[in-house]
C-alpha cells in the first residue's frame, strides 16, 4: 500500500512539473520574438551608423580637386533624378483616389 501511494504522489509531482514547463514555454516564444526584433533593430542600427562613418572617411581622405569633383557629380545626378517629379503645387492638387468604404 505504501509503496503504491509513494508511486502515485511520484507521478502527480511529475506531472504538475510537466504541466508547469509546457505553460512555461507557451509564454516564452512572445519573449523571445520580441528580444530577437530588438537585437535586429540594434544590429540595423550599428550597421547604419557604421556605414555612415564609412562613406565621411572616404570622402575625408580624398584631395580638395577631387571633393570638388564629387560635390559636382551629386549636383548633376541630383537635377538628372528630379527632371520628371511633380513640382509642389501638382502633388497638392492632385486629384486624390476615392477612399473605400
Same mark, same amino acid.
Given at each position: 500500500?505504501? $509503496?503504491?501511494? &509513494?508511486?502515485?504522489?511520484?507521478?502527480?509531482?511529475?506531472?504538475?512539473?510537466?504541466?508547469?514547463?509546457?505553460?512555461?514555454?507557451?509564454?516564452? +516564444?512572445?519573449?523571445?520574438?520580441?528580444?530577437?526584433?530588438?537585437?535586429?533593430?540594434?544590429?540595423?542600427?550599428?550597421?547604419?551608423?557604421?556605414?555612415?562613418? $564609412?562613406?565621411? &572617411?572616404?570622402?575625408?581622405?580624398? $584631395?580638395?580637386?577631387?571633393?570638388?569633383?564629387?560635390?559636382?557629380?551629386?549636383?548633376?545626378?541630383? $537635377?538628372?533624378?528630379?527632371?520628371?517629379?511633380?513640382?509642389?503645387?501638382?502633388?497638392?492638387?492632385?486629384?486624390?483616389? +476615392?477612399?473605400?468604404?
Amino acid at each position: 500500500m505504501k $509503496t503504491i501511494l &509513494h508511486r502515485v504522489s511520484c507521478l502527480i509531482l511529475a506531472l504538475f512539473i510537466i504541466a508547469f514547463s509546457v505553460d512555461a514555454q507557451k509564454r516564452k +516564444p512572445g519573449e523571445n520574438a520580441k528580444r530577437k526584433e530588438k537585437v535586429e533593430r540594434s544590429y540595423k542600427k550599428a550597421y547604419a551608423k557604421a556605414r555612415k562613418r $564609412t562613406i565621411k &572617411h572616404r570622402r575625408d581622405i580624398q $584631395t580638395d580637386a577631387t571633393k570638388e569633383r564629387m560635390d559636382a557629380a551629386g549636383k548633376r545626378a541630383e $537635377t538628372f533624378n528630379k527632371q520628371n517629379d511633380a513640382t509642389f503645387t501638382e502633388r497638392y492638387f492632385k486629384r486624390k483616389r +476615392p477612399g473605400k468604404r
